[in-house]
């Protein structure tokens, strides 16, 4: 897999995390104010979940698309004009007030990330030198991380004060931050571009490369989907849980989950050493496993709390988990896919992210009709440390698999080189996969 050859170009790494940073908070912003005020019109689960699906479907059903489109189409363009085309629609949403036409735009609105999101993912790894991937990766993860730990409490604070439509107009008003990026950023991928390579190392058709092929991703991408259905209900649930069971304000809603947000940020610096000195790919990955399994684990524990302020360390542990396991996917998935093809790999963890938040929103939604929202906070966590345990067989088996077969998927030897909590409808969504978080990440 290629890097790029010379010194690595922070200029562009840095310009990518500013504008990630300004636009997720938007995007949190927006989210939450949405999910804030369908829950004080005395709209159910179902409204919420319906919300979060209009916000996901496009991810999934369009990445076949889009996957494509951003490793051949000139990525300065796709960024230009997909940052106006979502800047005009949420300025719409700021003013619909028709609930159907709310949807409509918010699927149009995750229509436009889901070009976005592999266009920003696959050039991080293209601006540095493979060792500074890691690096590279915290600095993205931390920029969505603390627009996302802002953007709920900005929320909290602005729907309390002027209601829903001033976090819509700033959030439209941050989507001007990717347009910028885009015709800033030097380094360019598509539009006909071959692919930097390192001198001396072997180059395989980026054609011939599939993702089936590689044991250790289809395991990773498995793990990852089976975890976020079974515990993306928590993002439909939290919202009830919290203000409802634990009797909490606006204010302290948006605060509280900025604490699994806050959590994302130190494990991405805390594990991004770690993934560095994981030179073995299937260690990385029994590690990413492992961080899973922690994340689960608050979840369940969370459900115990008494008052949402106790909810703050264990979300905050919860996060650093995710932070962790955020790193180490995208560092594995930079590592084993060749530069030409990363906009089809990208696509496609997005699209299996994406595709298991359906699913958890759905069941979210329609359990809330049946059980108490402190049961299915439990539920969640036990059902994600149930997959994790039933998925253990089949890594160890990918893990032997991919080191009989390596180079398999990758154009060069594997190297040293980077979401909510699920959905991101995203992630940062580079896409990590975020396991509880209300809102879309870029």
Do not use: K
Request: charged residues 10%.
């Amino acid at each position: 897999m290629s890097f790029t050859p010379g010194s690595s170009r922070w200029s562009d790494v840095w310009l990518v995390t500013a504008s990630r940073g300004v636009s997720t908070c938007g995007d949190f912003l927006a989210a939450t104010a949405l999910t804030l005020a369908l829950q004080s019109a005395g709209a159910g689960g179902l409204a919420v979940s319906g919300l979060m699906l209009a916000a996901t479907l496009p991810l999934a059903a369009l990445a076949p698309l889009t996957g494509p489109l951003a490793d051949r189409v000139d990525s300065r363009l796709l960024l230009v004009v997909a940052g106006l085309g979502q800047a005009a629609v949420c300025l719409a949403l700021a003013y619909a007030g028709h609930p159907a036409l709310v949807i409509a735009l918010v699927a149009l609105l995750a229509a436009g990330l889901a070009v976005t999101q592999p266009v920003l993912s696959a050039l991080v790894p293209a601006m540095v030198r493979a060792e500074d991937l890691p690096r590279a990766a915290a600095l993205n993860q931390t920029a969505g991380t603390l627009g996302a730990l802002a953007g709920p409490a900005l929320a909290g604070v602005l729907v309390g004060g002027f209601g829903a439509r001033l976090p819509l107009l700033l959030d439209a008003a941050s989507y001007l931050a990717l347009v910028a990026a885009g015709l800033l950023i030097r380094t360019r991928r598509g539009g006909g571009r071959r692919p930097a390579t390192i001198p001396g190392t072997p180059t395989a058709s980026a054609a011939g490369w599939r993702l089936r092929r590689d044991p250790l991703l289809v395991a990773m991408i498995t793990t990852i989907a089976g975890v976020i259905a079974a515990v993306g209900a928590i993002n439909v649930v939290e919202v009830f849980f919290i203000r409802e069971t634990l009797g909490s304000s606006a204010t302290m809603y948006g605060l509280v989950t900025g604490a699994w947000t806050l959590g994302i940020l130190v494990g991405a610096w805390l594990f991004a050493r770690a993934a560095r000195r994981l030179v073995d790919d299937g260690r990385l990955l029994v590690g990413y496993l492992a961080l899973l399994a922690g994340c689960c684990l608050m979840i369940l524990l969370s459900a115990a709390v008494p008052s949402a302020l106790l909810l703050v360390p264990v979300w905050l542990l919860g996060g650093v988990g995710n932070g962790g396991a955020n790193v180490f996917d995208n560092v594995l998935l930079a590592r084993r896919v060749p530069e030409a093809s990363r906009g089809r790999a990208y696509a496609a963890l997005s699209a299996s992210v994406q595709g298991a938040s359906m699913v958890g929103f759905l069941l979210g939604g329609l359990l809330l009709e049946a059980a108490p929202p402190r049961l299915l906070v439990a539920g969640c966590g036990v059902a994600g440390l149930l997959v994790i345990a039933l998925v253990v067989p089949t890594v160890v088996r990918a893990v032997r698999a991919g080191r009989t077969t390596a180079g398999v998927a990758a154009d060069e030897p594997a190297t040293p080189p980077e979401p909510t909590r699920a959905t991101e409808v995203a992630e940062d969504p580079a896409p990590g996969a975020e396991l509880a978080t209300p809102a879309p990440s870029r």
